[in-house]
Every structure is written in C-alpha cells, then in structure tokens.
C-alpha cells in the first residue's frame, strides 16, 4: 500500500468515528461515503450521498466530518461534495447497521 492510499484508509477509519445525528449510526456503516481522496496540499474531498435529498444534517454533517478529520496531520482542509447517484439504499447499509436499526 503506498502513502496516499495509508491515508485515504486512515481517513476513513476517522470518518467511521462520525454519527449520524438522527439514524446514531456512523456515515461508513450506513454507506454514506462513495470516495475519499487527499491531494498533495492535503485537501481531502469527501464524496458521499445522504438518506435523502431533503436531509437538513448536511451542515452538521460538514462539520462533523471537518472536525473528525482535523486529527489527522497530513490533513489542512476538507471539502465534502454530495451526489445522488447512485441513489442511497439500505443496500448500502452494512450489516452491523442494519442490525443495530432492527431492520435484520
């Protein structure tokens, strides 16, 4: 594995550390990430997909994202881009998720 992907998985791992506010559920075990990236400067772009397109958490969602990945050092800015496509599902759910929601 080279550096930058080491620090893609580290990014991850971090933001597996980020709860959803409403569902209590972390953003990696509810499959809201598709992509992570870190640049050269350090600017990590997050792409992800909400539960819904009328989600009023995207902020507070920004922010906890943002303040997670402040512990990493080779991390300077975050940015966090959302798409629709694909659409989420409960497919996109692990199963520790859909466990811990009761829908297994």
């Known amino acids: 594995m080279n550096e930058k992907s080491k620090i893609e998985a580290d990014i991850l791992e ?16 509810l499959g809201l990430v598709n992509h992570v990236a870190i640049s050269e400067s350090g600017r990590v772009e997050v792409n ?5 397109m009328g989600c009023p958490l995207l902020s507070v969602l920004e922010s906890l ?15 966090v881009s959302l798409t629709w496509q694909p659409a989420w599902t409960f497919d996109r ?6 466990v811990s929601l009761g829908l297994i």
């Open 14 to 29: 971090v933001l597996s550390t980020v709860i959803d506010p409403e569902l209590q559920i972390d953003i990696i075990n």
């Open 48 to 52: 992800m997909t909400l539960t819904t």
């Open 65 to 79: 994202i943002d303040d997670a990945l402040k512990i990493l050092p080779e991390v300077t800015e975050t940015h």
């Open 93 to 98: 759910m692990s199963r520790y998720a859909k």
